[in-house]
């Protein structure tokens, strides 16, 4: 059964000090019964912190990008083997904005989640269409090619989670409606399992794009949204909690 999942991102945002200010106050407000998995994804500056200040606490983190190769001479770049190493557990794989600002395709988010796996790493591959993609009806059609893209080559892993970011939500306080978004995760669901059988039905796929604590209820009520990825509102310990104890309160987290 799958579990539920709560990944913040929060992009190029924090220093130290504001990143242990945000676990001081995030930790007490969470809902201790819930058995929902936290994830923070923090600039990877602060990993090494964050591993010490959520030791026990039942919080994992994640890194927000990485090199393929494991090591070599290339400067600028990090490995899944560093961030790793520093304490993340999890990677996003092409979120939209490295697809848009820094020149990523689907077949380097693929290299960078077969990266991810080989050191120990569970990856989140992000994929969503753009405005115009969804207004010209494209929107199942390019989400089937990318995720085909994004995965080719990957050994199947009931582990492994994909985030679905429809990019014209992100940033922009416009969500998906909940039919649109169990539309689009049900028909991601569909085409994994045609390439990955029965493991499709074991991953959690998340939702992101603009969600907050007053739209997560309603999101998590579709069958096939099993958590959220998380921009803006994950950055204030009391909107990110509030966010993770909606989902303990609307759907008991099954596995
Ligand atoms: P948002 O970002 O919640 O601020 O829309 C989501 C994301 O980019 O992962």
Request: overall charge negative.
């Amino acid at each position: 059964m799958r579990k539920q999942v709560f990944a913040a991102n929060w992009k190029m945002y924090k220093t130290v000090t504001e990143a242990q200010a945000f676990v001081e106050g995030f930790l007490p407000l969470l809902n201790s019964e819930s058995e929902a998995r936290i994830i923070i994804c923090p600039p990877t500056t602060l990993l090494g912190e964050l591993r010490q200040q959520l030791l026990g606490s039942g919080v994992a983190l994640g890194a927000q990008n990485i090199y393929w190769e494991n090591a070599g001479a290339f400067t600028g770049e990090i490995s899944a083997l560093q961030v790793h190493d520093s304490g993340a557990s999890f990677c996003l794989c092409g979120h939209s904005e490295r697809r848009q600002y820094f020149g990523e395709n689907a077949s380097m988010v693929a290299l960078k989640a077969a990266a991810a796996m080989g050191a120990g790493l569970i990856p989140i591959v992000c994929v969503g269409e753009n405005l115009a993609q969804r207004e010209s009806g494209q929107t199942l059609a390019y989400l089937q090619s990318d995720i085909l893209a994004s995965l080719k080559g990957l050994t199947p892993s009931p582990r492994m989670m994909i985030a679905y970011e429809p990019v014209w939500a992100i940033g922009t306080g416009r969500v998906a409606t909940c039919e649109d978004a169990e539309e689009a995760i049900a028909h991601i669901r569909t085409v994994v399992g045609g390439i990955w059988g029965e493991i499709a039905g074991q991953l959690s796929i998340l939702y992101g794009g603009s969600v907050k604590p007053d739209n997560i209820a309603s999101l998590l009520a579709c069958p096939n949204i099993d958590g959220a990825l998380v921009g803006g509102a994950s950055l204030s310990p009391q909107s990110f909690a509030a966010i993770v104890n909606a989902g303990f309160t609307s759907k008991m987290p099954e596995g």
